[in-house]
């Protein structure tokens, strides 16, 4: 019998043996699915490309070079035509760096997103947890005011808001934090109606505390993973907002460095230069699916019920 088992146990690890290889890759796929790596990159890229953009841009973004008008990227670059300089993402129309007007552009986006979100969370966020606690007639006129928001056409009101106060950053703000609020009011209202129902908030009522402590100190740290999510999911399409109002001429008003306004401006010159508008769409793009990402991350993560994590 022990004769046999031995014979039988050989064959087996002949035939099954070990894989350090594919357990290596397997760790190395579960790692990256556990953790947003990709994701955390391109935001990481755009955080530091904005906060350096002086140090980290190859040229200052307004610097025109006639000469060097629609000048290809230095891979695609022929000898043909001379250049004053290399390009490593080309020249835009007039001459302009596309890589260092990417670079700046970043801070522009950074800035105008985070200033609308930090004033639409706390409008939309609030208006929220008072609909949910107090209800009736309250509750009635806040969610009527975010159906009649909702159903506002949003870029023709920008574009009448920017055509009676002019075009620049200020407005821009102003603009998009009207439209970032209205995010929230739903999402934070459905949470706040579920959780006013537990014990320990029926305990803290019961033992006198005042409304304001009791949707502060036990309702609201509830509510911060739903608050998370959906504010990750707001500022990329803040950005993708900026972009498409700076591509219609309501935004960013040029000179300054501003993704959409750079593909607006490079529209024309597609089949001759199709990197002035091809580059910051591709920036566009990497940054609002990075958030997208990011903000499915932070739900699985944060929800027991939808965490993956251990699969």
């Known amino acids: 019998m022990s004769e046999i088992s031995t014979r039988y146990y050989s064959e087996d690890t002949e035939v099954a043996p070990s894989l350090p290889g594919r357990s ?36 200052e973004p307004n610097i025109q070079a006639l000469r060097d008008r629609n000048a290809p990227p230095i891979w695609l670059e022929d000898g043909e035509r001379e250049l004053t300089q ?4 080309g020249a835009d129309q007039v001459g302009r760096d596309v890589l260092s007007r990417i670079i700046y552009g970043a801070r522009i986006s950074l800035a105008v997103a985070g200033v609308a979100l930090v004033s639409g969370l706390v409008v939309g966020v609030t208006l929220g947890l008072v609909a949910a606690w107090y ?37 821009l703000m102003g603009v998009l934090a009207m439209v970032s ?34 949707i502060v100190r036990h309702i609201l740290p509830g509510v911060i993973p739903t608050i998370m999510v959906i504010a990750t999911l707001a500022v990329g399409g803040l950005i993708l907002t900026e972009a498409t109002l700076s591509f219609l001429g309501a935004g960013i008003p040029a000179p300054t460095p501003s993704w959409g306004l750079m593909v607006s401006e490079g529209r024309e010159y597609l089949t001759t230069a199709w990197w002035s508008s091809f580059f910051p769409g591709l920036a566009i793009f990497l940054v609002v699916m990075s958030l997208n990402f990011m903000g499915d991350w932070i739900r699985d993560y944060t929800d027991p019920r939808l965490r993956q994590l251990g699969d």
Do not use: K
């Open 86 to 89: 290399s390009y490593l993402l």
């Open 24 to 59: 290596a890759g397997r760790r190395l796929y579960a790692f990256i699915r556990r953790w947003p790596i990709l994701p955390g990159i391109v935001l990481a890229a755009m955080v530091i490309s904005a906060i350096f953009a002086p140090w980290i841009a190859p040229q």
């Open 135 to 171: 209800g009736g007639f309250i509750d009635e006129i806040i969610a009527r005011a975010v159906d009649i928001w909702h159903a506002l056409p949003f870029l023709l009101v920008a574009i009448v808001v920017v055509t009676l106060f002019g075009g620049s950053l200020t407005v």
């Open 181 to 214: 609020w209205a995010g929230f009011v739903r999402n934070v209202r459905a949470d706040v109606l579920t959780l006013r129902e537990r014990e320990y908030v029926l305990m803290a009522r019961v033992c006198g505390a005042s409304p304001a402590r009791v």
